[in-house]
């Protein structure tokens, strides 16, 4: 089953290093500034040439409140007012974005996320949709994949009415963890009730798809408490949830400094959540997807999964990939094909660039061919856990074994380990390597030298 995960201690010691999420290939440490807004106008214009379906991500970066684990670009401000002038230079971009592509595209999918998209009002998201609909060709008959992401503190049942009125039919519902020391430690208190109240609504107001985020190695965490949160949240019933490992980073991300280094798990203790998660979820009927991500069978990430169409991309895993992904907003990010770019990660030059008529476009990079077979051999291997070499051979008109020969000594060490099934034709991840794929997917980066290696994560 493609679900099926083996727990084995001693090959994650071995194999959890730190490494990319590769919600793109190559990853934006490798974004430079020399890509800018000449190449997102030649890429819009191959996208309106070739009539592809679009995704667009919308980037709210506002929050009320400061969450100490946090990594995402957001800006902390009590006061509502700083979203307006935020707001008239998004519906800028959106214009000027707009015009370069045909209004046949049809926007497949769309996304707001954050910091907290709804600390804009009512007003403010109406205005905010109904530019984006004026602008790009938004489905009106629900079949699209229309999410949002839910800070149950900043939304009650009037606001999911709004945002169901509005085309939203999926949510993705930040919780974290439910223990009140936890939630202290990182300045999130948030209720069981409260976050029921929201999945409530969702569900009554028939929205399609509700997703949870989870946390684990946050400070005061212990396995024992985690399970009763990940008890709770099962009862819940999510259809999907995504349990993310807590990387602590302080020297790069201000807020986790707030945070007292001695109260955090231990690396055992961390395994050990992590370990009884899955048991429980497995137990539950949730089918692990790859990278901290589950879902219920009868759920479309699920069912991609089994019929080999899933895909990965800057929002994770999608069943949108073949779709040219818009980003807009502040360091909101961009896939038009063979192009990834990203927008300015500071408000204000974000906000005074377009000030000037100008897209805010600060850094990106174009595939090259070796780019584009690794991208795809990457793919196929954290989406599928498997890759066949004769669909890669054709696809780039390459001898598999021949390009990759000198990585063969690595593969060959990682099947006698038994992350992998290494064969003539293929590589299968077997279950007990596909907590660790990201290790596997390491062997085929270019570019991910010792001094990348510092800015990423471990596996687990």
């Known amino acids: 089953m493609l679900d099926a995960i083996r727990w084995d201690s001693d090959l994650i010691r071995r194999y959890d290093l730190a490494g990319p999420r590769y919600t793109s290939y190559p990853t934006a440490v490798q974004f430079n500034s020399q890509v800018g807004t000449f190449d997102l106008f030649h890429a819009l214009r191959d996208s309106r ?21 946090c990594a995402c670009n957001k800006v902390i401000t009590k ?34 996320g954050g910091g907290t998209p709804t600390f804009l009002s009512h007003d403010e998201l109406r205005q905010l949709m109904a530019h984006l609909r004026k602008h790009f060709n938004l489905l009106d008959d629900d079949s699209g994949d229309y999410g949002i992401e839910i800070d149950p503190r900043e939304a009650d049942w009037s606001t999911m009415g709004l945002l169901r009125e509005l ?12 223990d009140p020391a936890v939630q ?23 929205f399609r798809s509700i997703n949870i985020d989870l946390i684990y190695g946050l400070p005061r965490q212990m396995p024992d408490n985690f399970a009763r949160t990940v008890e709770e949240v099962i009862a819940l019933q999510p259809d999907r949830l995504s349990v993310f490992n807590y990387a602590h980073l302080p020297e790069r991300f201000m807020p986790q400094r707030r945070i007292n280094s001695n109260e955090l798990p231990t690396p055992a203790q961390k395994l050990e959540m992590l370990q009884r998660t899955i048991e429980q979820l497995t137990a539950a009927g949730y089918r692990y997807i790859g990278m901290d991500h589950f879902a219920l069978p009868d759920d479309e990430l ?3 999964q089994e019929e080999e169409t899933l895909q990965r991309n800057f ?33 204000n030059e974000y906000q005074n660039t377009l000030a000037a008529a100008q897209l805010a476009t600060s850094r990106g990079l174009v595939c090259n061919a070796d780019d584009r077979l690794r991208r795809a051999v990457i793919q196929q291997l954290i989406c599928n856990f498997s890759l066949e070499f004769a669909e890669i051979e054709q696809m780039f008109n390459i001898d598999f074994q021949g390009y990759f020969g000198a990585l063969w ?14 064969d003539n034709d293929r590589i299968t991840v077997l279950p007990a390597g596909r907590l660790l794929v990201r290790s596997v997917c390491m062997v085929f980066d270019r570019y991910l030298g010792q001094h990348n290696r510092e800015r990423f994560s471990k596996v687990i």
């Open 49 to 69: 040439k070739a009539l592809r379906p679009l995704s667009l991500y919308v980037h709210v970066p506002f929050c009320a409140n400061i969450c100490y684990y």
């Open 79 to 112: 006061d509502r007012g700083r979203a307006l002038p935020y707001l008239q230079r998004l519906e800028q971009e959106i214009q000027l974005i707009a015009c370069h592509l045909d209004p046949a595209q049809k926007v497949e999918q769309l996304h707001f």
């Open 167 to 178: 085309g939203f039919n999926r949510v993705s519902i930040g919780l974290q963890d439910l």
């Open 184 to 206: 202290r430690a990182v300045n999130r208190l948030q209720s069981l009730d409260e976050t029921r109240a929201v999945i409530d609504a969702a569900r009554t107001l028939q």
């Open 302 to 304: 699920a069912i991609a």
């Open 315 to 347: 929002q994770g895993y999608t069943t949108h990939g073949h779709c040219d992904l818009i980003g807009l907003g502040v360091s909101a990010i961009s896939q038009i094909g063979d192009l990834y770019c990203q927008n300015s990660s500071d408000l």
């Open 409 to 422: 000594p690595q593969l060959q060490g990682m099947a006698n380990d038994g992350l992998i099934e290494l």
